[in-house]
């Protein structure tokens, strides 16, 4: 390839005549990445040298570099895109599903069981988002996250704009992480005595949140999403699992399912549609995805199964758990089961665990963008270093600094 470039400029600089470049051009291949072509491009040289007139040729050379460019920047990020279908459906499910699911019980019993159509068409609106998002990636096959999509169509301000709401969404993501990482370890250990040293001035509360934050914590040092489905596969059981134990509860009959589901509270809407939508947050790391892909024309389709998959869990969750604790449901399922029963020990330890999956593939975009603005100089293992450092920060410094002051 590289010859045929050089051979390329050789013929755009026209060294063999002196007398008159007549119209001459050269064709850079078109090559297909991901499905998408490079739209060819003819750089004609019709000006001739000729005393005191300027010639095209300087132009064009500049726009066939530009072209190559592009093209190794492409065909570098095809190197490193090494997600299967099936890594990319486990780790969009694994982004999707999780916290949100504990609401939707409540979600469908205050808003009556037309309220799961709200829930079926947010899904379908979500999906389609990310359709969009994969065609605005391939669109432009240099973009690799929101920032550049930004800068893309609204210059600098745009870039400006989408890496503030990114990095407080991330930020925001990872405070709620930790807040119901700390409230279901206290559920869990409650009435249990933890003896500290003197100079541990650390209550229990704290001292149970911040093991938990260091047990995520090397899950952030993992270098590539294709790593990280494995976590993803760990989160998606674990809501299996809470799905499970629900559905236990109310087939050994350790509560009855006989409680009706009004079908509409008509002024409860508002309210309930932050937590349906609430249980589709996961678009920031979706460029993330379709970036990683070994064939991204198949991101639409990872989309629909990963949407669809979801929205029927969420969905026979929310009807299950409403006939069985009818009004009396709690914001979050868990908290409504019998307390002291194995069943509601192993979901009350699966709601512990779920955010500790989530914590690598929430911290993927900052991780990823980072090591993309270190200096090509830098040996990869300072890299994965500095990676290290910014998640340890990021982890201990959202446990011990929330801005919600409910960790504490």
């Not at 060294?15 to 491009?41: F, M, T, Y």
């Not at 008509?266 to 609430?278: D, M, N, R, V």
């Not at 920031?284 to 979801?310: C, G, N, Q, R």
């Not at 330890?349 to 593939?361: E, G, N, Q, R, S």
Request: hydrophobic share 45%; glycine share 6%.
């Amino acid at each position: 390839m590289w010859n045929q470039i050089r051979k390329s400029f050789r013929k755009l600089l026209c060294p063999e005549s002196a007398d008159c470049l007549s119209h001459r051009s050269i064709q850079v291949a078109s090559e297909s990445v991901h499905g998408e072509k490079l739209v060819p491009q003819r750089v004609t040289c019709d000006a001739c040298v000729e005393e005191n007139k300027g010639s095209k040729c300087d132009h064009d050379t500049q726009d066939l570099k530009s072209a190559v460019v592009n093209e190794a920047e492409v065909e570098h990020h095809t190197d490193q895109a090494n997600s299967s279908f099936a890594h990319s459906v486990i780790n969009m499910i694994g982004m999707l599903i999780g916290l949100g699911q504990l609401s939707t019980p409540y979600a469908l019993e205050n808003g009556g069981w037309v309220s799961a159509f709200l829930l079926a068409g947010l899904g379908v609106i979500c999906a389609y988002t990310s359709h969009l998002l994969g065609k605005c990636l391939a669109k432009s096959p240099k973009s690799r996250s929101y920032t550049d999509i930004g800068q893309h169509a609204f210059g600098s301000n745009g870039r400006f704009l989408a890496a503030t709401f990114i990095y407080l969404e991330i930020f925001m993501a990872l405070v709620s992480y930790t807040i119901s990482l700390h409230d279901n370890l206290i559920t869990v250990f409650a009435g249990t005595q933890l003896r500290l040293p003197i100079w541990a001035k650390l209550y229990k509360s704290q001292l149970l949140t911040l093991t938990g934050v260091l047990v995520a914590l090397p899950s952030l040092w993992l270098r590539d999403l294709s790593s990280i489905s494995f976590l993803s596969s760990g989160g998606i059981l674990m809501s299996i699992v809470i799905f499970t134990s629900v559905a236990c509860t109310a087939i050994f009959q350790v509560v009855k399912a006989n409680h009706s589901i009004p079908a509409l509270h008509l002024h409860k809407i508002p309210a309930i549609s932050g937590l349906y939508i609430f249980s589709y947050a996961g678009h920031i790391v979706f460029p993330d995805l379709y970036k990683s892909m070994k064939d991204p024309s198949k991101f639409t389709m990872v989309s629909i199964v990963s949407f669809a998959s979801v929205t029927a869990l969420y969905a026979s969750l929310a009807f299950m758990g409403a006939r069985l604790f009818g009004p009396e449901v709690s914001s979050q399922i868990t908290l409504s089961m019998p307390r002291h029963h194995i069943i509601t020990k192993i979901a009350l330890w699966a709601t512990v665990l779920t955010p500790m999956t989530k914590y690598a593939l929430e911290f993927a975009p900052f991780a990823i963008q980072l090591e993309h603005n270190l200096p090509n100089s830098i040996s990869s293992r300072t890299k994965t270093v500095i990676k290290r450092r910014c998640g340890f920060v990021s982890a201990t410094g959202n446990t011990s600094s929330s801005p919600f002051g409910s960790i504490f």
